[in-house]
């Protein structure tokens, strides 16, 4: 399993996410007030549109979730799946830090490689 | 599984699939529609022309259902169960189901092939290209669907007039009396009457243009386009082509289970007659059709519902008029209410021991309708010149078998369990489990007073982080000095927040303090749009709409605004506010753009902020030969004045320089008319969704005053307002209305004004343009990149194409949902 670093864990704003470009796939990266991280695909699949990362940060029931920036669908930032759409999910990526580093792993948490193609600028 | 087929898609065939498909048929579902979509709203069809869209009307396709759209059947060959289609294709069944709804009646005079009918949104279309070059008029038929034709020629801006053969409007509905006060209302919107009147012919000038309707008795009523909606037609003509059995007047006939004479073929909805050839019903309402579809549903899943006849109640507001009829229009005795001063009449209808009420009719004040409707057949509930004096009967309780929702068929007893039973505890929740409300909405009264009967506090809830209301949460930051999100839920909430309460708190801190909005714990309350203070578009990008107060700009500042867009190649366009909207900037792209703005001397127009946008002017007195007040000048002063102001929901105003009101005024939640005196403030006003004129706040005010007032209005509504509520729907919320408001900003009966005055002055005194503060702090500057590991790097993702030489988003391919 390979490991991007992709900033310090200072920068990153509690319940604000950013997007990290990992292996040409854009994974969006939380702190969560706890002081947890989660790494989820930046692609919101109802829109088709990199924007995860750009949600409000909350809580459904005590798990932590981040609500698409485009028309509100809620995802959990824990398991990936669409809390008001079941059947809908993103990739979740493993996270963690090293030497106060935010390092992302372009491999799919738990045992499953990542099936998302990486992504290429379509042609017009 | 056997085949089914059903020909026609309206709404009787869209509730029909559905009800299969919830019963878990998983057989094959074939349906043919004539229309070049699915089935949408048809009751709601007038709303298409005031902007709905289709697929907002437009039903979702039940899932495993195969359609074919643009399909007209042309036969049934019974024999071989197959149905041909116009392109001569055939589509075999086993259960073949006849939905084909009914079509407009027009009637053989000359020149009627040249007119309108009302019925699809096709038809609606014919008409708004019809009406863009006429100026009057006519429609046949003064009915409830003409009537709602009319309204509609006139929201196009016609001069409209209504021909009725019968001697009053809506006979089918009102006698008489309620006619003639029904008259009256018409005729005060500007609608020309003429009842008892029919139609000799449609007069057609050159190349088949429309110049009149003639009158049978040779007066002309000058028009260029004509409307018919002088009755419906069952269109059974595949039926009775197919040799089944159809009624002497029209309709396939069918049994108490919707069975057409052919045992595999079923009838529903508009077309079907439902007690015999001779003395059967054709039902012409929503409501009936649904049960219809879901009785064929039943039998053909093996149950064994029945048709049983239905309500043909009906409760409207045409033209602002409501109009209602329930139960029977006779009795041996009756009891009238007529007020034709306030246009108001209401007639019950009582058995001869004067203890049954049978039925009523009721115009310009329908609240009996709602009240009294379910104790037809029933013992009165109270003598019947109260029933009709207070009108209201909100303190009835209603028997467990009374009908509540009759598009739905719904009684009161089966709210009532879903209320107790399956803790239904709000509106939306009952239309989910009963479908009560669902339709035509004028139940939803009803709904809301069982639920209240039946003890359920209707939640006020911002969301499951807050048991309060937004006005609550107001109160509770105000009164205990709070000022982070933090502090809030940690005290009064619960969990760490979610996109609807984040949002609402953060309004609340930046209305009371009026800090930086992405200062510190605040920045990860915004939304997106806050965020990165622009508005996120569909592909991810945002839009840029630099602050042009009152619409006025200098060509230097104009050509600033043109080479910055050229510079940064996002697509221009000048927004229906007054000002210019640059679109297509990426992230990393806005700090770019706006120090090039800033510099210029413009600042943020907060088009994406729950704040003012615009104050619209028009040229007013300075040009303009009409005006009689600088409008120009005060729209400038007012925008400067309330820029930057956060609150419940966006603020928009405007101000005309004379009654003519170029500015739209009254369509604004503040809307300043100019007098000859001073000034005329209106508020309320809304365009939108639901368009709402403003009220007339307080009339001739000195600059002074004005200002006075709209602060105080406006400080009034951030406080007691509701999460994302516009003024129009706060003020028509507030109890005690308009006069109300006046008291307590006018009068200071609350004695709050002096509170509101200062927290207006801290407000203007502290402002801060949100673009200048941000580009010129590195920390707020660090956001603004597409990715926090190459900062330098633009989101490959965003492509576009050129559309009339500027950008357009490239549209994704759909991704896949499962
Ligand atoms: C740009 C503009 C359309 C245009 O090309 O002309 C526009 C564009 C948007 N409007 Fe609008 N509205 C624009 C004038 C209007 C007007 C006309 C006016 O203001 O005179 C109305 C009706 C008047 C009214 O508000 O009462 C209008 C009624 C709405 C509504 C419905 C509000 C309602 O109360 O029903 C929404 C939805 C909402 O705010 O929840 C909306 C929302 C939007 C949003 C913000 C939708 C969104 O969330 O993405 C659009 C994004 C703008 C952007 O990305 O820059 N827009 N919108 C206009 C910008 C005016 C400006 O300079 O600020
Ligand atoms: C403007 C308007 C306002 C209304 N307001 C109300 C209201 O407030 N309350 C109320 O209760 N009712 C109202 N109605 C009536 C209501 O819309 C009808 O009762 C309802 O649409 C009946 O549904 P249906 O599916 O039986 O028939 P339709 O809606 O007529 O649908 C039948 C469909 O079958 C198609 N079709 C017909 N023949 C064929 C064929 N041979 N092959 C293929 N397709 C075919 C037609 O094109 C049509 O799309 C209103 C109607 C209109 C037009
Ligand atoms: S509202 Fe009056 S002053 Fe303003 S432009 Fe129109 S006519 Fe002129
Ligand atoms: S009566 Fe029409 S939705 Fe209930």
């Known amino acids: 399993m390979s490991w991007v670093s992709v900033c310090r864990y200072q920068a990153l704003l509690p319940e604000r996410g950013v997007c990290a470009l990992v292996d040409g796939r854009q994974v969006a990266v939380f702190r969560t007030y706890d002081g947890a991280l989660h790494a989820i695909g930046n692609l919101d699949p109802f829109s088709g549109a990199h924007v995860l990362s750009r949600g409000i940060v909350g809580t459904r029931a005590g798990e932590p979730t981040v609500a698409s920036p485009l028309h509100k669908q809620v995802f959990s930032l824990v398991s990936g799946e669409c809390l008001d759409e079941p059947g809908v999910t993103v990739p979740v990526y493993s996270i963690r830090v090293e030497d106060g580093l935010v390092q992302v792993s372009s491999v799919r948490a738990g045992t499953e490689p990542v099936r998302e193609p990486a992504l290429v600028p379509m042609s017009v | 599984m056997s085949r089914i087929v059903v020909v026609g898609y309206g709404p009787t065939a869209h509730r029909f699939v559905e009800t299969l498909r919830e019963r878990g048929s998983g057989g094959r579902v074939t349906v043919i529609g004539e229309e070049p979509r699915p089935a949408y709203d048809r009751v709601a069809l007038t709303s298409y022309l005031g902007g709905t869209s289709v697929e907002d009307l437009t039903y979702p396709v039940p899932e495993g259902t195969v359609t074919r759209l643009g399909g007209r059947v042309t036969a049934i060959d019974r024999e071989a169960r197959t149905v041909t289609l116009a392109d001569g294709s055939a589509e075999p069944y086993d259960v073949l189901v006849l939905a084909t709804g009914s079509s407009p009646f027009v009637p053989p005079v000359p020149g009627a092939e040249h007119a309108h009918v009302y019925r699809t949104i096709d038809d609606l279309d014919a008409i708004r290209l019809a009406a863009k070059d006429a100026t009057e008029g006519v429609v046949v038929g003064g009915g409830l669907l003409g009537l709602e034709a009319a309204d509609a020629l006139r929201g196009l801006g016609l001069r409209t007039h209504i021909v009725e053969m019968s001697p009053w409007l809506m006979p089918r509905q009102v006698d008489e009396g309620g006619g003639a006060v029904l008259k009256g209302h018409i005729e005060a919107l500007g609608l020309s009457v003429h009842a008892g009147a029919g139609v000799q012919e449609i007069v057609v000038g050159e190349q088949g243009v429309v110049t009149g309707l003639r009158k049978p008795d040779g007066t002309l009523i000058d028009a260029q386009i004509v409307v018919f909606s002088a009755g419906i037609r069952p269109r059974d003509e595949l039926a009775r082509d197919g040799g089944l059995e159809v009624g002497r007047r029209g309709g396939i006939v069918v049994d108490a289970g919707m069975r057409t004479s052919d045992p595999s073929i079923y009838a529903i909805g508009e077309c079907a007659l439902v007690g015999g050839p001779e003395k059967g019903m054709v039902y012409g309402l929503v409501g009936p059709c649904f049960t219809m579809a879901e009785v064929a549903a039943d039998r053909i899943t093996g149950g064994g519902a029945s048709f049983e006849g239905a309500d043909m109640s009906t409760k409207l507001k045409l033209l602002g008029v409501e109009v209602a009829q329930f139960g029977a229009m ?488 499962q």
């Open chain 2, 330 to 817: 006779d009795g041996a005795l009756d009891v009238t209410y007529m007020d034709p001063v306030g246009g108001v009449y209401k007639r019950l209808f009582i058995s001869d021991d004067a203890r049954t009420l049978l039925g009523g009719i009721c115009v310009g004040d329908a609240s009996p309708y709602s009240s009294l409707r379910p104790f037809v057949g029933k013992p009165l509930p109270a003598a019947p010149s109260d029933l009709l004096f207070t009108g209201s009967g909100a303190e009835l309780d209603l028997p467990d078998d009374a009908q509540v929702c009759s598009c739905n068929n719904v009684s009161a007893g089966a709210v009532r369990v879903a209320i107790v039973d399956k803790g239904c505890a709000d509106v939306p929740g009952i239309k989910a489990c009963t479908r009560a409300g669902s339709t035509c909405g004028s139940c939803v009264p009803m709904l809301k007073q069982l639920l209240e009967r039946s003890g359920v506090e209707l939640s006020k809830a911002l969301c499951e982080h807050f048991a309060y209301s937004r006005a609550e949460l107001y109160d509770i930051v105000r009164v205990r000095g709070i000022t982070t999100f933090s502090e809030l839920i940690t005290a009064h909430g619960q969990g760490r927040g979610c996109d609807i309460c984040k949002p609402a708190v953060a309004s609340i801190l930046a209305s009371l303090h009026n800090g930086h909005v992405l200062e510190g714990e605040r920045a990860a309350l915004q939304d997106t749009n806050d965020h990165f203070l622009a508005n996120i578009q569909k592909n991810g990008t945002y839009s840029v709409v630099p602050r042009i107060p009152g619409g006025e700009i200098t060509p230097d500042k104009l050509i600033v605004i043109g080479e910055v867009a050229r510079d940064f190649g996002l697509y221009t366009k000048i927004t229906g506010g007054q000002r210019i909207d640059l679109f297509g900037a990426r992230v990393e792209q806005l700090p770019q753009i706006w120090r090039r703005l800033v510099e210029a001397g413009f600042e943020s127009g907060h088009a994406y902020g729950k704040a003012l946008r615009t104050v619209k002017s028009c040229v007013g007195s300075t040009w303009c030969r009409y005006g009689v007040q600088d409008s120009v000048g005060l729209a400038i002063a007012l925008e400067l004045r309330y820029r930057g102001l956060r609150a419940p929901h966006k603020l928009k105003s405007a101000v005309s320089g004379c009654a003519r009101e170029c500015a739209e005024a009254r369509s604004k939640d503040f809307g300043i008319i100019a007098t000859e005196n001073g000034w005329n403030l209106y508020v309320g006003g809304n365009g939108g969704f639901k368009p709402r004129h403003a009220d007339l706040l307080a009339n001739d005010l000195s600059t002074d005053e004005l200002i006075r007032t709209i602060d105080r209005f406006v400080m009034f509504y951030i406080r007691t307002a509701d999460r994302l509520q516009r003024t129009a729907a706060w003020l028509e919320s507030l109890d005690g209305g308009l006069g109300y408001l006046r008291q307590v900003i006018i009068d200071d009966s609350l004695g709050i004004c002096a509170e509101l005055d200062a927290q207006m002055r801290h407000h203007v005194s502290t402002y801060e343009d949100e673009w200048r503060a941000t580009i010129s702090d590195p920390e707020k500057l660090g956001r603004f990149v597409s990715f926090v590991n190459a900062p330098g790097v633009p989101d490959p993702s965003i492509v576009f194409e050129t559309e009339r030489d500027q950008i357009k988003p490239v549209n994704r391919p759909e991704v896949a949902l």
